[in-house]
């Protein structure tokens, strides 16, 4: 006879679940700490007064965080638009690759903070700047992940392809790009959540709306809680673009390894 | 570039339907040329099934690269059916040492991948697929991925890909080398039956002595590297041979004399 288990058992069985779990934990832990320790809040808010604050400061918050949004997604989108096509070049050309990936690499060593500012000067205090420095954080890993993904084709399926007397633009839509897709998928999760902090580092330097405006403002004037809100805004962001992007994997590569366990696997 | 007739071997037999004069193959590396393959002459016969034996590097996988195209000829010719090789042939059908299928695809669609990719007609085609899939006992399994099915099965779906098309030539670089031996000997089997319904002329690359006998008209046994051609064997065993004949005295004669080519180099291919 089966017996049915708890429901406290059943709750952290399921996966879902288990990051609100966690979540849930780690903020009795820290409403604990600053009890034991008496820790006053200019220094660490309570998990209440933030939550608080994201009620009351809702709108605001909510206001702020789609400018972000907003200058994420153009920067990811630019990561992609640009970096896919680039990475193909770099990937299928020696000449590219050799003049292009050392800049690429060395352009990555340069802190986009310091250079943030320069954006500031070149194209004012719109949403551009904001766009540039997401762009600059999410598309290196694009690239590395996409150059990688069209070059780990083995010689045998090349082979292959050239045996069927396969044209480059075969050997492109049915070998290589089927190919790179989990590999360019994992770049793309890696640069969903760079662009969120490529985005708020150009607010930080110059800007007079966004999440990161208001995080400097918080900061200024030592609000703490608000502090905690905007944070906590933006992670929620970059949790939602990632899982966007995690959808879009789950639908266009239902056939690979890291997606067996659910989707394919239902048709076993 | 079409030779007289009378430059082969001289075996009064069916047409030649590869020829293979003077190939030689030579790999440019860092440290100077190296040399893979010292000329070779040898022919295959239409209809006939040919199997290359040797040790491991001896080039007998360069020598199938040659053959399908895959790979320039650094001397001599290939020619198919007259034609000479440059580059891959239409004709030819090749079963690569891993399955190579695309996970994708699902097995149909893999099979169909050799239709798409040459343009050939769809409907027949598919049709064509899906006799083949029967015939290696794949029926039921058209709609899996690859890596749900066994590594057997996998290589079956691979000869179903090479077949599809309806290549005069099947090309085989030790398509059973990654299966278990009980596996293996299924498989032979499997391929012996394919090979006497489909008629196509065939080149396999093996290391595994009792499986080129097994399988053949004739054994090319090679020697070790650079490759050049150690004897060339007829396999007399009547048809269709039997998992039974393999204990028998002149199959073990026969592995025995090919055998002997591998001690006397020192050498000891598994």
Known sequence: ?268 | MAESATGGAGVAAPAALIRVRGVAKTYRAAEGDVQSLLPLDFDIRQGEFLSVVGPSGCGKSTLLKLIAGLLPVSHGVIDIAGQQVDGPAPGIGIVFQNHVLLAWRTVLQNVMLQIEVRKLPRESGLEHARKLIDMVGLNGFENKFPWQLSGGMQQRASICRALVHDPAILLMDEPFGALDAMTREKMNLELQRIWAAARKTVLLITHSIPESIFLSDRVLVMTERPGAIAAIYDVALPRPRTLAMMGSPEFARLAQTIRGHFYSQGTLDH
């Open chain 1, 1 to 268: 006879m089966p017996v049915p288990r708890p429901w406290p058992r059943r709750l952290v069985e399921s996966e879902a679940a288990r990051p609100l779990i966690l979540i849930v934990v780690i903020f009795v832990l820290w409403d604990m700490v600053i009890r034991l320790f008496r820790i006053p809040p200019y220094l660490i808010p309570t998990p209440l007064s933030v939550a608080g604050m994201l009620v009351t400061e809702w709108p605001r918050l909510l206001r702020e965080g789609l400018i972000t949004g907003y200058a994420t997604l153009g920067g990811f989108a630019l990561s992609i638009l640009l970096g896919i096509p680039i990475a193909m070049l770099i990937a299928y050309s020696r000449l590219v690759e050799s003049y292009v990936y050392p800049l690429l690499v060395f352009s990555q060593s340069i802190p986009k903070i310091a250079i943030a500012p320069l954006f500031v000067v070149w194209f004012g205090f719109g949403i551009f700047p904001k766009v540039i420095s997401a762009f600059l954080l999410g598309f290196f890993p694009v690239v590395v992940a996409t150059v990688m993904g069209f070059k780990s084709m083995e010689p045998e399926m090349i082979d292959l392809a050239r045996s069927m007397r396969a044209s480059r633009w075969q050997m492109f839509m049915k070998f290589s790009l089927p190919q790179a897709l989990p590999s360019i998928f994992s770049g793309l999760k890696v640069s969903a959540t760079l662009a969120v902090v490529g985005a708020v580092v150009g607010e930080f330097v110059g800007s007079n709306s966004g999440i990161g405006y208001l995080l400097q403002i918080a900061n200024g004037n030592f609000d703490l809680p608000l502090m905690f809100a905007a944070l906590f805004v933006l992670s929620m962001m970059g949790v939602l673009l990632f899982g966007v992007v995690e959808l879009a994997e789950k639908l266009m590569i239902p056939w690979h390894q890291s997606r067996r366990g659910d989707a394919v696997g239902l048709a076993v």
